[in-house]
């Protein structure tokens, strides 16, 4: 019997390489989930900042997992291995070819305007490489799957679910709200939420945390206001979302495309806190959002948003039924074995063995470039660090 079991007929272990600029939150995400789904498969997992990568991991690898490419060293790592014959996997949560030109600092922008063009073009070339262009957004992968020469384009849900309970608010005329974003989402705060909360903090009492934003950018106001610097431990932010029991989240968003190509993970998180959320009427949020239902939308104005904060203030007994109804929407849809599933289903380059050969991998990292941006960033991060104190 042993003697008829063909030596293609035992499943190898099949090794992947994740490749990433920095461990921000969303790659953390992919990263749980991906650990999660090797718990189950034949799949041995190397995780690289891209400047670390070396010759010898690719070589060591099946699969490069690239999450979010967008700079030539990334480039050149892609390159040689699909050169090599290995299989290439990009994931995107954002639209990096159209972002929106808002900085949380003069520096930032100094470095990001200096280099955009030419990562903008460095990330069609990977796009164009990949077997698999891997997303959470419907509308992202449609913008993008003209780039996609002859690869596929996948979508699954990447999201945190762990549940908790629903909050109350002894007190109905308080509340204490939350938006945690990146540096230059200030501009909506400014256009929308802060206007409409100046004038509802004559009647109410209202507070507001902002997470990610820097003070100095958000306009004057008349309630209590904090603002903590971005985190960039997903246990550390989670934690402190958890401590604070917030009563309410909002996500305002612009509605231009780059948006629309966003996920709607302001929806699980806030649904996971037990709080409902107030969402700008639009892609993402009208994809998953029932107005009344399981949170409320707003147009994009400071009008309506400041009606909706009203109604949330003012209507507790609902606020809690759609939190209710949120946090069953998402136990049924975005659970973690239904994110897995996906994932097995739809991916299966992850674990699949096709007995590649592969070539003779050619690379040689661009050491000038990755120790100038390995610095740059950690200049970057002192600077704002410093002017957010």
């Known amino acids: 019997m042993e003697e008829s079991i063909g030596a293609n007929q ?75 014959g290995k299989e290439i996997i990009v994931y995107l949560d954002d639209d990096l070819l159209h ?56 979508k699954t849900d990447i999201c945190t679910t762990t549940l908790g309970e629903i909050q109350t ?11 945690a974003g990146s540096g230059n989402h200030y501009v909506h705060l400014n256009k929308y939420i802060i206007p409409a909360l100046n004038r509802l903090s004559s009647k109410y009492n209202v507070s507001l945390t902002c997470v990610g934003m820097r003070k100095e ?10 603002v903590h610097p971005w985190m960039n431990s997903l246990d550390e932010y989670n934690l402190f979302m958890k401590k604070n029991h917030f009563d309410l989240g909002v996500a305002p968003t612009e509605q231009t495309d780059f948006y629309r190509c966003k996920y709607f993970n302001k929806y699980i998180e806030y649904t996971s806190l037990g709080i409902i959320g107030i969402y700008t009427d639009d892609f993402p949020y009208r994809s998953v959002i029932i107005d009344g239902a399981n949170g409320l939308l707003a147009s994009n104005n400071d009008t309506a948003w400041e009606e909706k904060l009203e109604y949330a203030i003012t209507h507790q007994d609902e606020c809690m039924k759609m939190a209710e109804n949120a946090q069953k929407d998402v136990a ?44 740059a960033n950690r200049f970057v991060g002192f600077y704002e660090g410093i002017r957010n104190k």
Not at 39 to 61: G, L, M, P, S, Y
Not at 344 to 356: A, G, H, P, S, V
Request: net charge positive.
């Open 10 to 84: 035992i499943k190898r272990m099949k090794k992947i390489l994740i490749i990433y600029s920095a461990r921000i939150p969303s790659v953390e995400l992919v990263l749980k989930n991906i650990y999660e789904f090797s718990k189950n498969e034949a799949v041995d997992i190397t995780e690289k900042q891209v400047i670390d990568v070396r010759k010898k991991h690719i070589e060591n690898a099946d699969v490069i997992l690239a999450i979010r490419p967008f700079e030539i060293s990334s480039y050149g790592i892609i390159k040689a291995s699909k050169q090599a």
């Open 332 to 375: 049924c849809k975005f659970d973690l074995d239904a994110q897995l599933l996906q994932i097995k289903t739809q991916i299966t380059e992850l674990y699949c063995d096709n007995y590649r050969s592969y070539r003779k991998v050619r690379f040689k990292p661009n050491y000038m470039i990755n120790y100038a941006r390995r610095w």
């Open 99 to 154: 972002l929106p030109h808002v900085y949380s600092s003069k520096l930032r922008k100094l470095f990001t305007v200096a280099m955009y063009k030419h990562n903008c073009r460095y990330l069609k070339e990977i796009l164009s490489k990949c077997d698999v262009l891997w997303g959470s957004s419907d509308y992202l992968l449609k913008q993008y799957e003209k780039y996609v020469v002859s690869g596929k384009c996948v």
């Open 169 to 179: 608010r002894p007190d109905q005329t308080g509340i204490n709200i939350v938006y």
């Open 217 to 226: 950018n958000i306009i004057p106001t008349n309630f209590q206001l904090s």
